[in-house]
């Protein structure tokens, strides 16, 4: 799995992530052989955040032997500036780490969001003086509504991106189009979550994979292929897949093929025909 370069950051990367959901609710012995595997088949850009339950500690633990080796990102959903640093020291300890690579403002929604994040004593003051202090190497944001992800990366020029790039709502709507194309103008880490996700779950419907809370396409290997080089196509340097490691296992299984051959006709051709079973069901109505 060749590396890539994340945005201006500078940093090498593996094209697929590991989401640290993945260890959610695992015993230690899993989470530490998820971890093993992982690096072992090249991948050194793991992600995590404090609503992931318990994964932040089993994470920690698991990743203490390469800790020096791997891009380590967290996230905080705070948006005073002294619950930011007190979530950002309880990450740190859980993580048994001095510092991440990247930091990230998490989930990014609404107005109210944005004031408080970069009004006085926001949590923006304490990711910025993190910063100044080498605890966290890089700021990103991950957002799911455009508008907002756009609002804040014209208050404060960070230096990654976390958004869901769906073929379902790109192609529908042009979903995620146009934070594409800020990250591809001003060079930043484009990192893409949802790429496999196909629609909402229907009521009763029965759920295999119970840490995802929508229905992919992994079970269609030629529709997941091509939903995975739908958002490669738009510029995405890192995919993340949903949080189980038999889903995260078939994406690194194809990113080569996925880069060997990017999005063709034929590809765009197969997700449109498997568009109009979908397009009432969208995984969720955030605005443009």
């Excluded at 001095?98 to 926001?122: K, P, W």
């Excluded at 208050?155 to 769906?166: I, Q, R, S, W």
């Excluded at 800020?182 to 484009?190: L, P």
């Excluded at 496999?196 to 229907?202: D, G, Y």
Aim: glycine fraction near 8%.
């Amino acid at each position: 799995m060749q590396k890539v370069t994340l945005g201006a950051t500078g940093l090498r990367v593996s094209p697929v992530a590991f989401g640290g959901i993945i260890e959610q609710n695992e015993s230690q012995e899993a989470a530490n052989r998820f971890v093993a595997e992982a690096v072992a088949r090249g991948v050194n850009y793991f992600d995590i955040a404090p609503s992931y339950g318990d994964a932040m500690e089993r994470l920690g633990a698991a990743l203490q032997p390469y800790r020096r080796d791997v891009i380590l990102a967290c996230k905080t959903e705070k948006r005073d500036g002294k619950e930011a640093r007190e979530d950002l020291e309880r990450s740190l300890k859980l993580m048994k780490t001095d510092y991440f690579d990247v930091y990230q403002l998490h989930a990014v929604s609404t107005a109210e969001d944005i004031d408080n994040i970069f009004g006085d004593q926001g949590a923006m003051e304490t990711l910025i003086l993190a910063r100044s202090r080498g605890i966290a190497r890089f700021l990103g944001i991950t957002a799911h509504s455009e508008s907002k992800a756009i609002e804040a990366l014209a208050l404060h020029d960070f230096d990654t991106v976390m958004f869901p790039m769906n073929w379902v709502m790109g192609l529908e709507r042009g979903y995620g189009h146009r934070v594409a194309r800020i990250c591809r103008r001003k060079n930043k880490g484009f990192l893409a979550i949802k790429a496999l996700a196909h629609r909402q779950f229907f009521e009763g419907e029965e759920r295999k994979y119970p840490k995802g809370w929508c229905k992919t396409v992994y079970e269609d290997e030629r529709l997941a292929v091509a939903a995975l080089k739908y958002a490669l196509s738009l510029g995405v340097n890192v995919l993340i897949p949903p949080g189980d490691f038999e889903q995260f296992s078939f994406v690194l299984g194809h990113i080569d093929e996925c880069e060997r051959r990017p999005l063709n006709d034929g590809d765009l051709a197969y997700l449109r025909q498997n568009l109009d079973a979908v397009r009432e069901h969208q995984i969720f109505d955030y605005d443009m």
